[in-house]
């Protein structure tokens, strides 16, 4: 079975900089895309931020120019840089990888338990 455990959240003032980590680990033969999301109290799950196993990035409007994604495909970790954090950025924020799992052979979707982020003074 695949796990992703996330770290790194918590609370932080407003013009703040935390760093999100997430760490991929079981049964993996291969990790296509891993991404963050998150979700705000009472909105949607939002797409943050992608990155390919290629290392292609995208990241959503509202946190380009201050976040940053990136990942080590040896520790199977991806990492998510946020800078310039808002109190709109405030959300629980979860990891997400589209994993070739090596107990079933499938490519299927994990998800972490996401942690929360916190942007207040």
């Known amino acids: 079975q695949v796990q992703l455990v996330e770290s790194g959240g918590g609370l932080v003032q407003p013009g703040g900089s935390l760093r999100l980590s997430c760490a991929a680990s079981g049964n993996i033969l291969r990790i296509d895309a891993m991404d963050w999301f998150r979700q705000a109290p009472g909105k949607e799950r939002e797409l943050v931020a992608s990155?390919?196993?290629?290392?292609?990035?995208y990241s959503a409007d509202s946190v380009k120019g201050r976040f940053t994604i990136s990942r080590d495909n040896a520790k199977n970790t991806v990492s998510l840089q946020m800078t310039s954090l808002k109190p709109e950025d405030t959300a629980v924020y979860y990891c997400?990888?589209?994993?070739?799992?090596?107990?079933?052979?499938?490519?299927?979707?994990?998800w972490g338990q996401g942690t929360q982020v916190t942007v207040s003074s």
């Open positions: 997400h990888a589209h994993v070739l799992d090596g107990s079933t052979w499938l490519l299927s979707d994990y």
């Open positions: 990155i390919t196993g290629g290392g292609n990035t």
